[in-house]
């Protein structure tokens, strides 16, 4: 593999109260998770950096990423890319990140100039690894082809709905993670009768279910995102759940291809 990450992360986005993710964070930490995943245009870095800090649980044991080049911001310039970052850093409280993320391979998004930030920092130590999200298979490729540091990951949605196996079997192929978001579809998971019976099955949640099965893939993990302490318990639980080979059949063969985060900007559109 690329590199350790941990299975499970916690995912930080929100529109509103983003103050109350310094408790989550560090609930999350206290309880276990190792890898926290925000983002510049999310607005609670500072959040999550105080979550860090309050939790008894050294900073190098964490894994966290954060990401920018949202659309729009911070600029299509490297020093703008660079000096955002440096931001970050100080919102945060830390000296460096161990993944940042290409938000969008849109809008400002060039692909050398920001990758070539992406690289003066990584050469720098502020980053330890370089991420990409949104990325379909010709942004990667192109990726690959610009950057001599490796890509670490690629951040997408995926869930039951929008299996994302291409991405999947080029992860494996290129050796880098697949960082699921939105893993429980925004709780559509807990409408589907093939989840709901294996839950049953079980005796727990859809939600365990859908994690389950990401984490049934190979080089796949996932941030599923919660500000309440019972399904934050919940999700990192979903770590024990073992699937059989013909429930896993079962979710891999849901005829769906549902998009919950499609922007007309999306590589794929």
Known sequence: MAGDLPRVGLGTYSDTNREQWAECVETALEMGYRHIDTAQVYGNEE????????ASVDRQEVFLATKTVHVDVPGPERSAIIDSVEESLGKIRTDYLDLLYVHWPAGCYDPETTLGAFEELYEEGLIRNIGVSNFEPEQLDEAHEILDAPIFANQVECHPFLQQEELREYAVEHDHWLVAYCPLARGEIFEDPVLGSI???????EAQVALAWLLSKENVTA???SMSESHIRENFAARDLDLGDEEVERIDGIEREHRLIDRDYAPWN
Do not use: F, L
């Open 47 to 54: 959040y999550v950096g105080q979550g860090i800090e309050r």
């Open 199 to 205: 839950a049953k099955a079980h005796g727990t949640s």
């Open 223 to 225: 941030v599923p995102r």
